[in-house]
């Protein structure tokens, strides 16, 4: 069984610009989020096993080898899997909720009320309404945008039908799910369904609750994500290819930072342009700084690189330590991963920490409800905000690191088919191509946050350089893709040189790097789309199930990564997670998502701590697949010269 757990005297991190503010912290006596997990230790062997109730009032009831049933008589199956469900309905409501505020945006486009958002991305407002089947002819891009609007917003709601957006998965994968009777019939509804079934006395049979969370995880990756990643695209443009720096050395000492953090994009969006306005760039010059520097954390930042090149400050582990530099001005914060702990930080400095959502307060934090329409006037009162502040950090207690890395992202499917097809013939097919003769053995997603349980940044950054070796391609979100990018794994240099032989001259002859970020958590829809993608195209089976592909989580934490992780599995992919669920109280339910789930979706959990052996594990799952494939005969390697790819257009 895999074991949880950062061992003694390990480091916090493999990265030097976090382990240098973590004795920053311990030498001002300012606690962070490594402290504060090594005094929860050691960590509830109830609650890592799942096998604490409190679900009712009779409880709490903990399984324990002398009381093997809960006070109302549920043993550990029933437990864990209750436990786990309530984990999924909280990920999948998370990334929905985002979606919705999204698609609320939209509509308010539609309707002349979104101030000074609109279309960005009109080709993908015409596909998506053609996808699903909203009449466009006759009509204008905001008429389009707001039946869109109207249909998404229809996927939240029950409805007798299940969701219309399960449809973009391949229809293999869609029987599969009618057979099972998986087929979630509205977000919201999925989410209060789980709640229901794990209330008190309702659903006891864990084999149906798991089942019943896989249905709930479906709402999130194919209906709330993907409503998510669309409605951003359109809002906001489809990512391309952007270069930029990541780590905490990419904050100015020269000029005012401003730091976006959490998870819906709007707001930053606007933030993003605004930084750019002139009259505000010398508002700040006249405060003695040289320039505004807007720059991100967690998924926001991902946004915010994916589509204007922002340098990204760190991931999850990293929030408190931006503001132990001493030179962020304004934090602003929205939704998800954001640490209670910030308002106790940003006290010990200058920096102001603003937190805009409706639905997020932080008590000691400064309240500016963002609202749509006024975005961009809000936006530029935190950057006049941010300026005025600037005369308030002391120089004294500045400490940036040096450490910062150059990068590229936005590799948005689309950018993947223009890529890998050229300009006149956007297909996936010369990645099909190099799958099936073998240049590139799979594809691996490794996603996720990052986690003091473990050596922050090494899980993700040593599978993915384990991956590429052994020339498997890796799609990339989240922390996951911010920390390989601080390793410099998303410099196409860097990584193309610790690619193997023949996934680097696919690479090189199509002009992609062996790592490609493609954006937030919701864009894990991305990856789902990819994979539907190879099915597509042709050659690599019927269904998602039949692919070379394997995913990864290797430092999850949150209840999303929960969610996401059913969905691939129910999707019918082997996902390796780098710490077990808190499932390990019951052998069935352990049984049920570690090995049995592969007979009935396909996919199937792992837990492996070692990212070596993870990797191992992953190409084992590859090669298997591609056994059944019949593709794994010797084949001349093909090399993709400029004459190839002419001929391939
Ligand atoms: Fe205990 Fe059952 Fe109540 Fe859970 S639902 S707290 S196991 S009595
Ligand atoms: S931000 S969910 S810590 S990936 Fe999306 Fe990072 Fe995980 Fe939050």
Redo the contacts with the bound molecule.
């Keep these: 069984m895999a074991t949880t757990g950062r061992k003694a005297g390990l480091p916090v991190s493999t990265d030097p610009a976090t382990i240098d503010m973590v004795s920053i912290a311990g030498a001002a006596e300012i606690s962070t989020v490594f402290d504060r997990y090594e005094l929860q230790k050691p960590q509830c062997k109830f609650g890592t096993d799942g096998v604490c109730?409190?679900?009712?009032?009779?409880?709490?009831?903990r399984i324990t080898p002398k009381a093997h049933l809960?006070?109302?008589?549920?043993d550990a199956d029933t437990?864990t899997a209750r436990n786990l469900l309530r984990e999924i309905a909280a990920g999948t409501a998370a990334h929905s909720d985002h979606g919705r505020m999204l698609v609320r945006t939209l509509k308010a486009v539609s309707q002349g009320k979104g101030g000074d958002y609109k279309i960005v991305e009109p080709l993908r407002l015409h596909e998506a309404a053609r996808f699903f089947e909203i009449a466009t002819e006759g009509k204008d891009d905001l008429t389009i945008a707001s039946d869109l609007a109207d249909f998404f917003l229809t996927q939240f709601a029950w409805s007798e039908e299940p969701n219309a957006t399960l449809k973009l998965a391949p229809e293999k994968r869609q029987a599969v799910w009618n057979k099972l009777n998986i087929n979630p019939n509205g977000i919201d509804s999925a989410v209060v369904e789980l709640m229901h079934r794990t209330n008190?006395g309702v659903d006891h049979d864990y084999r149906h609750l798991i089942m019943g969370g896989l249905k709930c995880s479906l709402a999130d990756g194919w209906v709330g994500s993907a409503i998510a990643t669309t409605v951003s695209d359109i809002l906001f443009g489809t990512p391309k290819p952007v270069r930029s720096r990541v780590n905490l050395g990419v904050l100015a000492g020269n000029k005012v930072n401003i730091i976006v953090h959490g998870h819906e994009p709007t707001l930053s969006e606007m933030l993003a342009v605004a930084a750019g306005d002139q009259e505000l760039i010398d508002y700040a010059k006249s405060k003695g700084a040289e320039g505004i520097n807007v720059a991100g954390i967690c998924c926001t930042a991902n946004e915010v690189l994916m589509r204007h090149g922002l340098p990204i400050v760190g991931n999850f582990l990293q929030q408190e330590l931006a503001i132990l530099t001493g030179a962020v001005e304004v934090m602003v914060i929205d939704v998800q991963c954001v640490m209670p702990s910030l308002a106790q930080v940003s006290k010990c400095f200058h920096t102001q920490l603003v937190s805009t959502s409706e639905i997020a307060h932080t008590a000691e934090a400064e309240q500016i409800t963002f609202h749509s329409n006024t975005g961009y006037e809000q936006a530029s009162e935190l950057i006049r905000k941010a300026i005025d502040n600037f005369e308030n950090r002391d120089p004294q207690r500045v400490h940036i690191p040096n450490e910062s890395m150059e990068l590229v992202a936005g590799f948005s499917n689309e950018t993947i088919f223009h890529m890998l097809g050229g300009r006149f013939r956007s297909t996936f097919r010369p990645l099909n191509d190099a799958i099936i003769d073998g240049r590139i053995r799979g594809v691996a997603g490794i996603i996720g946050c990052s986690n003091p349980k473990v050596v922050a940044d090494q899980g993700h950054v040593r599978l993915a350089q384990e991956l590429i070796k052994r020339n498997v391609l890796v799609l990339q979100t989240g922390c996951a893709a911010i920390a390989c990018a601080k390793a410099g794994l998303l410099t196409p240099e860097a990584a193309l040189a610790q690619a193997g032989d023949s996934l680097r001259e696919v690479c090189e002859a199509v002009g992609i790097p062996p790592v490609l970020h493609m954006g937030s958590c919701v864009d894990n829809s991305r990856i789902l789309m990819a994979a539907t993608n190879l099915v597509a195209e042709g050659g690599l089976g019927d269904d998602i199930a039949d692919l070379p592909v394997a995913g990864a989580a290797p430092e999850w934490m949150s209840e999303k990564a929960v969610a996401i992780g059913h969905y691939f599995v129910a999707s019918g992919m082997y996902v390796v997670l780098g710490h077990p669920l808190y499932v390990e109280g019951s052998k069935n339910v352990h049984d049920l998502l570690c090995s049995e789930m592969e007979s009935i979706t396909g996919g199937r959990f792992e837990w492996e701590p070692d990212p070596v052996v993870a990797a191992d594990k992953m190409l084992a799952h590859i090669e298997r697949k591609r056994d059944a494939l019949h593709i794994n005969t010797q084949k001349e390697r093909k090399m993709y010269d400029m004459k190839s790819r002419r001929e391939l257009q």
């Design positions: 109730c409190r679900l009712c009032h009779m409880g709490p009831c809960g006070i109302c008589g549920a437990i008190m």
